[in-house]
């Protein structure tokens, strides 16, 4: 068997495009929706994510702001920028790159975003919001992910999920949208026993570990679909998952591919946030 591709490029394209309608008819009433990114220090990996961030925005007729402060910089200087560009009515999004240097207090600076504002959905407000059932933002790539799956059609009621990896920006948020949508969820992690026992009971494997080609294909059900959330780089420089694609896309049903999978779908979302932000403002203008 040979699984179907999950394209995330072309689904990308396809939500962009949306995206951009409608926020040219926001624009139409007088409201640009702008994002904020803020990056401190210089690593390589977050630079390339917040200029396609950035690039992302404006080519779908959104504002983007970008403040980059050197390694050193003081946490007071990020906090104050922070504290204007919550102030400020003409922003509707706040994303500050992680992950931030050793002397900064991530938490601390993820909660001084407004939580009107938390794109990223990281603010423990708009966590608690999720967790309930009731999302004011979706963190973006698990909302990325729920939309291949929708556009993938694959069946979620019931559904035996299993997630490898824990993280608060991915493992646990996309664990709490697939039980919403009544999957029966396990989550594994480092500390795990037998993880092929669990990812070959799965109907659905996601992957976001962050090793590359970790999940083969004798781990995997015949038939599943595979969401590979990984990002790496082979020793010859190569991107690559954390599934190893060859063998996983004899056995899968559905797979998405690194690159072309979930990394554009996570910046999309991120697009889709920010314009959502923006046209709650206008039904608040309207009230
Ligand atoms: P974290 O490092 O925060 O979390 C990794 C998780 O993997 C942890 O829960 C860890 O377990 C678990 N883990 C580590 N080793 C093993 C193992 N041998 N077996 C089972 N579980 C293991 O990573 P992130 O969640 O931030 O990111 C995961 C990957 O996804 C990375 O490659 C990252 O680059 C990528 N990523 C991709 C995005 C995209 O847009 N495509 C967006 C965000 C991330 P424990 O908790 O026990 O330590």
Do not use: W
């Amino acid at each position: 068997m040979t699984a179907r591709i999950i394209d995330g490029n072309a689904l990308s394209t396809e939500v962009r495009g949306q995206l951009a309608t409608r926020a040219a008819a926001l624009k139409e009433k007088g409201i640009t929706p702008c994002l904020a990114v803020i990056l401190v220090g210089e690593d390589p990996a977050s630079a390339v994510y917040v200029r396609n961030k950035v690039a992302a925005c404006e080519k779908a007729g959104m504002l983007s702001l970008r403040d980059v402060y050197a390694p050193d910089i003081d946490p007071s200087v990020v906090f104050a920028r922070i504290a204007e560009l919550n102030a400020d009515p003409s922003v509707h999004g706040i994303l500050v790159q992680l992950p931030l240097p050793k002397n900064f207090d991530a938490e601390a600076v993820l909660e001084s975003i407004s939580p009107e504002k938390d794109v990223d959905g990281f603010h423990a407000e708009n966590v608690g919001a999720l967790m309930q059932g009731n999302p004011r933002f979706i963190p973006c790539t698990p909302y990325g992910v729920m939309k291949m799956l929708e556009s993938a059609n694959v069946p979620l009621k019931g559904a035996e999920v299993v997630i490898v990896g824990r993280s608060n920006i991915v493992g646990k948020p996309m664990a709490m949208l697939l039980l919403a949508q009544s999957c029966t969820v396990t989550i594994c992690h480092s500390q795990s026993k037998d993880l092929a026992f669990h990812t070959r009971r799965a109907d659905i494997l996601v992957a976001a570990v962050g090793r590359a080609k970790m999940i083969t294909g004798d781990m995997i059900k015949p038939g599943a679909t595979v969401i590979d959330v990984g990002i790496n780089r082979t020793p010859e420089g190569k991107l690559c998952g954390d599934v190893d694609f060859e063998s996983a896309k004899e056995v899968a049903g559905a797979i998405t591919p690194v690159p072309g999978g979930v990394g554009p779908m996570t910046i999309t979302m991120l697009l889709a946030n920010t314009l959502e932000a923006a046209e709650r403002t206008q039904t608040r203008c309207a009230k």
